[in-house]
């Protein structure tokens, strides 16, 4: 799984960086580790960042996040639309009204969210691991819950 994991990493920062997204290391490379990579809670125990290219707060991005089996996010939605890789996991991400959102994704799965489209993201509760995918935006990231 460690090779998959890998793998599915490069595939997602070559995506990015050929989507624009490419910031000081385009041309030197850039080269991490998975024992590199730091995760920060966003909200403690149930997300958690880990932005490795460009900025989160001010601009294009390429982010790792990881939600713990059997924990979701409220209904939410972001002002722009990103594109995701999962990395690990059982994985989902149901768009209210979009009933082809309701399936379960696997490592190596690519999922797509509209800008303003309201959704919850989380780890299913049968997913023998904590889910980890791979989210690049072109613009800085937002989160505004749905009442």
């Known amino acids: 799984m460690r090779l998959a994991t890998h793998l599915i990493a490069l595939t997602a920062t070559s995506l990015f960086t050929t989507a624009g997204l490419a910031n000081d290391h385009a041309k030197a490379g850039q080269f991490l580790d998975a024992s590199e990579i730091v995760f920060e809670d966003i909200v403690p125990g149930v997300v958690a960042f880990a932005t490795v290219s460009g ?35 059982k994985f989902e991400n149901p768009i209210e009204g979009n009933d082809a959102s309701n399936v379960t994704l696997s490592a ?40």
């Open 55 to 89: 900025d989160r707060e001010n601009g294009a991005h390429g982010t790792f996040v990881r939600i713990p089996a059997g924990q979701a996010t409220p209904l939410h939605t972001h002002g722009a639309a990103y594109e995701a890789v999962v990395i690990q996991g």
């Open 108 to 147: 190596g799965s690519f999922y797509s969210v509209p800008a303003d489209a309201p959704h919850v993201t989380q780890c299913a509760a049968d997913s023998p691991v904590d889910c980890v995918s791979f989210f690049w935006q072109g613009v800085p990231f937002d989160f505004a819950p749905v009442e």
